[in-house]
C-alpha cells in the first residue's frame, strides 16, 4: 500500500519463504505494536556490527496499519525504540522520503532533526524519491558540536 515508503520492494520480498522471515526476525530487533491481542505496527531498530559504527542505530521498516494511525500507536513504537537504545547509542538515525510528511513529522514530534538530503536516494522503476536523513541524540559527546556545511567555495 505505500510502495514507496520504503527500499525494499513486493517484488524483492513477495515470493521469499517464510523461513526467510524467520531468519531476518530473528536476527534482528523488531517492535511489535499491539491494540489489545490485534498486531497493528511494527518497526525495527538495528545497530551496525562494524566496529566504528556501532555507537549509533538505525530506525527503519516503521509501519501502522491504516486503522490504528492517529491514535498514538506510532509515538508509542517510536518511544520504545528510543528507549530500547538509550545506554547503548548515543544517536538513532533515520530516513524518510521527502514527500512522506505524515512520517517525517511524526519523527520531528520526537525530536529527530534533518540533517541533510540524500538525493534519488531511492528509485522506484522510473521514479526516483530524495530522502530526509534525520537523526536524534541521546547524548551529546563532550566536547563535539554540529559541522558547519562548506562553503559554496569549497565545492
Ligand atoms: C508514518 C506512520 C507510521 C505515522 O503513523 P500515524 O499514526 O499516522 O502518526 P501520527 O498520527 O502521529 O501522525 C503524524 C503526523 O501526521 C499528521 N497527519 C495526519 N494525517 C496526515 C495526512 N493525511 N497528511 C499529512 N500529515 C498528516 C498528523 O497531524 C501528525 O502531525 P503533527 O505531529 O504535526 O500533528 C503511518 O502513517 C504509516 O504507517 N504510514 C505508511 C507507511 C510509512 O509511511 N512509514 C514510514 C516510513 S519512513
Known amino acids: 500500500m505505500h510502495p514507496y515508503a520504503y527500499g525494499s ?13 524467520e531468519r531476518r526476525l530473528a536476527s534482528m530487533e523488531v517492535l511489535l505494536g499491539s491494540i489489545g491481542d490485534q498486531p497493528m505496527g511494527i518497526v525495527r531498530l538495528s545497530i551496525p556490527t562494524f566496529v566504528t559504527e556501532r555507537h549509533k542505530c538505525m530506525l527503519t521498516g516503521m509501519y501502522v496499519r491504516a486503522a490504528a494511525r492517529g491514535t498514538g500507536l506510532a509515538s508509542g513504537l517510536v518511544d520504545a525504540v528510543v528507549e530500547r537504545a538509550r545506554g547503548r547509542v548515543i544517536l538513532i538515525e533515520l530516513s524518510v522520503v521527502t514527500t512522506n510528511e505524515r512520517a517525517r513529522r ?8 534533518i540533517y541533510g538530503i540524500d538525493p534519488c536516494a531511492l528509485k522506484h522503476g522510473d521514479l526516483y524519491f530524495d530522502e530526509y536523513q534525520m537523526t536524534r541524540f541521546l547524548e551529546r559527546p563532550p566536547g563535539w558540536t554540529a559541522p558547519k556545511p562548506p562553503s559554496a567555495a569549497w565545492r
Do not use: K, Q, S
Not at 106 to 113: A, D, N, S
Open 106 to 113: 511524526l519523527y520531528e514530534r520526537h525530536g529527530f532533526e
Open 9 to 21: 520492494t513486493v517484488e524483492a520480498e513477495g515470493t521469499e519463504p517464510l523461513a526467510y522471515f
